[in-house]
């Protein structure tokens, strides 16, 4: 039987080259010159630490992230950007991402299948949803309709069988 696994997850390395490129950008800047500003990466967690003196820097460092984040292939809607704190004389951010299907999202995400009436069957396993069917028409369909859904987090679509 045709199967395929509906996952969110990032690519923990691309994330370690978008903030390396950030931090390669925030050195050759000139408005950042002679400031302390930094992104740290804790590649455990895939959480970005943005760290400056004042905050409207933290806001600039926020769209360089961006652009690096999207250059690299990262969606920026997995991406939640904490507020901006003040810890003394400087400013911190932290950035985290979004990753795994938690039960919440895997409810909406089964509903949104069944409600389409496809032939299909589709079972949590963990962190990831299983999608099996008799015909691949079946699955391409269930792949369009996930596309089109109006969902806060980015889905990718692996381990297709036939």
């Known amino acids: 039987m045709p ?15 978008a903030v390396e490129n950030a931090n390669r950008e925030l050195s050759t800047r000139y408005d950042f010159r002679n400031v302390a500003a930094s992104f740290n990466l804790n590649k455990q967690d895939a959480v970005i630490k943005l760290e400056a003196d004042e905050d409207f820097q933290i806001q600039q460092m926020d769209e360089i992230l961006r652009s690096k984040l999207v250059k690299r292939g990262i969606e920026v ?26 039960r919440e999202l895997a409810k909406k ?18 962190m990831t949803l299983r999608v099996t069917g008799k015909k691949k028409d079946d699955l391409q369909a269930v792949i369009a309709l996930l596309r089109g ?3 806060d987090q980015p889905l990718q679509f692996n381990n297709f069988k036939d």
């Not at 939640?80 to 003394?88: A, L, Q």
């Open 109 to 126: 995400l089964i509903k949104l299948v069944k409600d389409a009436k496809l032939k299909v069957d589709v079972k949590q396993n963990d």
């Open 3 to 17: 199967s395929f696994d509906v996952v969110s997850e990032i690519k923990k390395d691309e994330l370690s080259n």
């Open 149 to 151: 859904a109006k969902i």
């Open 77 to 102: 809607a997995a991406a939640e950007f904490k507020e901006i704190t003040r810890s003394g004389k400087k400013s911190l951010q932290q950035v985290t991402f979004k990753q795994g299907i938690d």
